[in-house]
């Protein structure tokens, strides 16, 4: 049985009696994620740090994973504060093996249906589960802003959507997820039932240093 805070359980009841659920706000960066690792790649270091998500890597890839309880499932916007201080050189997305970049945000979409069970699922799992649909946001790469990339990865289950090219600096993002799926995938996103942030350096032999702040889902 799973046990959700008062907010989850009145966004649960609202979505089951048919009503607007409510959605979101703040997603904390605490002890809710988890670190994805890969067999035989060096791993990013991770720093979390409430509202600020630290991210190091040399050479290296993972993913840090969290999995989101009802009141995030109707979540439709999301918007954060991202900053790059060392990151890697422009690449291209659609090339497996190839594909490094600064920091990507994954928000990951089940139907209806399954939500309950699919926030308590481990990522790697998700990833492989054919009705997932899964939205990457990224600071990388060699592309135009707000292009939508093919996933080397995901096939026709995952969107690359690059927010900025490879390249330093802080921005605030703010991204319409309903438009982004609709535009991605067709029709209207289920629920929003997990994240993951990654970074991703190995092909290149690079080094990132680079943070996330203020994530909030409306």
């Given at each position: 049985?799973?046990?959700?805070?008062?907010?989850?359980?009145?966004?649960?009841?609202?979505?089951?009696?048919?009503?607007?659920?409510?959605?979101?706000?703040?997603?904390?960066?605490?002890?809710?994620?988890?670190?994805?690792?890969?067999?035989?790649?060096?791993?990013?270091?991770?720093?979390?740090?409430?509202?600020?998500?630290?991210?190091?890597?040399?050479?290296?890839?993972?993913?840090?994973?969290?999995?989101?309880?009802?009141?995030?499932?109707?979540?439709?916007?999301?918007?954060?504060?991202?900053?790059?201080?060392?990151?890697?050189?422009?690449?291209?997305?659609?090339?497996?093996?190839?594909?490094?970049?600064?920091?990507?945000?994954?928000?990951?979409?089940?139907?209806?249906?399954?939500?309950?069970?699919?926030?308590?699922?481990?990522?790697?799992?998700?990833?492989?589960?054919?009705?997932?649909?899964?939205?990457?946001?990224?600071?990388?790469?060699?592309?135009?802003?707000?292009?939508?990339?093919?996933?080397?990865?995901?096939?026709?289950r995952g969107k690359t959507v690059v927010l900025r090219p490879s390249g330093s600096g802080a921005h605030r993002e703010?991204?319409?997820?309903?438009?982004d799926y609709a535009r991605a995938f067709g029709g209207s996103p289920g629920a929003l039932v997990g994240l993951a942030?990654?970074?991703?350096?190995?092909?290149?032999?690079?080094?990132?240093?680079?943070?996330?702040?203020?994530?909030?889902?409306?």
């Amino acid at each position: 049985m799973i046990s959700f805070p008062l907010v989850g359980l009145l966004a649960l009841a609202a979505t089951l009696l048919g009503g607007p659920a409510a959605a979101a706000g703040p997603v904390p960066f605490d002890q809710s994620w988890q670190e994805q690792r890969f067999p035989r790649l060096a791993a990013n270091s991770y720093a979390f740090r409430g509202k600020t998500l630290g991210l190091r890597s040399e050479g290296a890839v993972s993913l840090a994973w969290r999995g989101l309880d009802a009141s995030f499932w109707s979540a439709r916007q999301a918007e954060w504060d991202w900053q790059v201080d060392a990151g890697t050189p422009p690449t291209d997305l659609t090339r497996k093996g190839g594909d490094d970049r600064n920091i990507a945000l994954y928000f990951v979409f089940v139907p209806r249906d399954r939500a309950e069970d699919a926030s308590e699922s481990s990522l790697r799992r998700l990833l492989r589960d054919r009705d997932a649909r899964v939205l990457v946001y990224v600071w990388g790469g060699a592309h135009d802003r707000n292009q939508m990339l093919d996933s080397p990865y995901l096939g026709d289950r995952g969107k690359t959507v690059v927010l900025r090219p490879s390249g330093s600096g802080a921005h605030r993002e703010t991204v319409d997820l309903a438009g982004d799926y609709a535009r991605a995938f067709g029709g209207s996103p289920g629920a929003l039932v997990g994240l993951a942030v990654s970074g991703d350096s190995d092909d290149t032999d690079s080094r990132i240093e680079a943070r996330i702040d203020n994530l909030v889902l409306r």
